[in-house]
């Protein structure tokens, strides 16, 4: 099977914080891979814009080393990485002062796609903004691409749209989840929506339940301070799982287009009932060994968020009523493992005698580390020995279903990124998801802190506190084993 690929329009990218983190492990390495694959004409260019004083070569020389860390592969094509380092330029800009910008006016070509990638704290991003008109670098036909976090709270993810909203319009803004933009959260939507078999068995007559888990084996060591201001909860459910949930479990949006996508997800949030208290796990790592705990990464002996966290939710439609969706997340766990579970309904019946198991089909989406998808159904147990039955999973890792080219499986930040180009706003979230994500996630948290909630301890390389296990053995459920 061969891939298609198709150039974008000329382009200048203009990356604020083009030489943090972000930048070099992420945006760059992922936009030389589209390069190399022909995606990006040989005419667009990428501007680095930030504080640090380089010059245009200094930034090709920075993100040469780059590309040798981060880029994979690819890295070893010399000739590959200087054609790419020819497109790339470099401008210092003061978000917060007047140095830079008259220059980086100079630089951009007004008559092609202009895209401003904001790679950098959200404090910035009204600064930015506000530059990019006053120096009359944006437009109306500009795009501006946001990092998360956005917000840490309904208040604080109004007053970004707010700041955004001043200067673009909201067709204008990219908000980044870079868990949208992997292959199988496309074949998701591909699966239900082009395929008869799921639509009439995805509903409460027939699912069970569902389970969303996103684990994973590193803690929060290095950045522990930076993440003790946030949690599971607003540095990953809040946003991600969040973002899986309204992909299970929307309506099919009249078509695939980006505001007609982003309703009917839209419309999840809001049906998203309140979590009741005893409906929710909350957990922080202990201590193993040399390993330190939670509380010692996060260097608060007395901290009480969370960085492990599961709940039972329920989406009151017509559709999912009664259904309940099983969300967990965490660090220090068993394996690095994101995936989604359908669990359909069992029979009710056995025509089989001495066939005692519940059998169900299961659809298991893998997000990572390999994305592919299973179903599992229930067949003969091969053999002599009469009509006994096994539970099998029919598997469809995109490697080995689609042949060499799945293996380059577009990372997804090459994929949004060049959605941006094409102007496609379908796997970026819109102004009012996010809020309604917020509005549903600050009772949560402001519950816990009047309760002066305390999370359980769990043990490394578990599946996260005893009480998660019963939040779904109590409904005589269990949770699928986390495994990478
Ligand atoms: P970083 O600290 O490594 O880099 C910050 C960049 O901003 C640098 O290029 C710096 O020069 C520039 N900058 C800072 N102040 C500036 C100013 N006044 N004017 C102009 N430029 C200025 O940060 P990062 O890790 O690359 O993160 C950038 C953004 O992306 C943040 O919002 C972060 O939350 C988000 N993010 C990062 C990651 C990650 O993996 N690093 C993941 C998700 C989201």
């Not at 930030?50 to 094509?77: C, N, P, V």
């Not at 404090?123 to 006053?134: P, W």
């Not at 329920?314 to 493992?337: C, D, H, M, Q, S």
Request: proline fraction near 4%; hydrophobic fraction near 40%.
């Amino acid at each position: 099977m061969v891939s298609r690929v198709i150039p974008v329009e000329d382009f200048d990218l203009v990356i604020f914080g083009g030489t943090g983190d972000l930048a070099r492990r992420k945006i760059l390495p992922g936009l030389f891979r589209r390069f190399l694959s022909g995606q990006m004409p040989e005419t667009s260019r990428i501007i680095g814009a930030a504080r640090s004083d380089l010059d245009t070569d200094g930034y090709r020389q920075l993100i040469r080393e780059a590309i040798a860390e981060f880029g994979g592969e690819e890295s070893s094509d010399a000739e590959g990485i200087d054609a790419f380092l020819g497109q790339l330029h470099y401008v210092t800009v003061d978000a917060k002062g007047d140095g830079g910008w008259s220059e980086l006016h100079d630089l951009i070509r007004f008559e092609v796609v202009n895209a401003f990638y904001f790679s950098v704290a959200p404090s910035l991003f009204g600064d930015l903004a506000e530059r990019l008109h006053t120096y009359k670098i944006a437009d109306a036909d500009s795009r501006v691409v946001v990092e998360k976090p956005f917000g840490r709270d309904l208040a604080s993810a109004k007053a970004l749209n707010a700041t955004l909203a001043e200067h673009f319009d909201e067709s204008q803004v990219y908000r980044i989840d870079h868990y949208l933009g992997k292959e199988t959260v496309q074949n998701l939507m591909a699966v239900r929506f082009g395929n008869m078999l799921f639509e009439p068995l995805w509903n409460n007559h027939y699912v069970d339940h569902i389970e969303i888990t996103v684990a994973e084996t590193v803690g929060v060591g290095g950045r522990g301070s930076y993440y003790d201001k946030s949690g599971a909860m607003r540095d990953m459910v809040q946003n991600h799982l969040m973002q899986l949930l309204c992909l299970i479990a929307m309506e099919a949006p009249s078509e695939f287009e980006s505001d007609a996508v982003r309703d009917e997800k839209l419309k999840v949030i809001r049906a998203l009932q309140p979590v009741e208290p005893h409906h929710i796990v909350r957990g922080q790592y202990d201590a193993k060994g040399d390993e330190p705990s939670y509380r010692q990464d996060a260097e608060d002996p007395r901290t009480f968020t969370e960085s492990f966290v599961a709940m039972r939710c329920e989406i009151a439609n017509w559709r999912w009523a009664g259904v309940p969706f099983y969300l967990r997340t965490g660090k220090k766990l068993k394996a690095r493992t994101s995936e989604i579970a359908v669990v359909f309904k069992d029979l009710g019946h056995s025509i089989f005698p001495g066939d005692e198991k519940r059998h169900r089909n299961i659809l298991a989406i893998q997000l990572q580390p390999n994305e592919g998808m299973q179903l599992q159904v229930t067949i003969k147990e091969p053999g002599p020995g009469g009509m006994r039955l096994v539970d099998v999973p029919l598997d469809m890792t995109f490697a080995e279903a689609l042949g060499p080219d799945a293996e380059d499986v577009t990372d997804a930040y090459e994929r949004l990124i060049m959605d941006v180009i094409r102007g496609n706003q379908t796997l970026f979230m819109r102004g009012d998801e996010v809020e309604a994500a917020w509005a549903w996630t600050d009772p949560i948290i402001e519950g816990w802190q009047a309760r002066h909630d305390v999370p359980k301890l769990y043990d490394q390389g578990s599946s996260g506190p005893e009480d998660a296990m019963a939040l779904m053995h109590r409904e005589g459920r269990k949770w699928r084993e986390i495994k990478g």
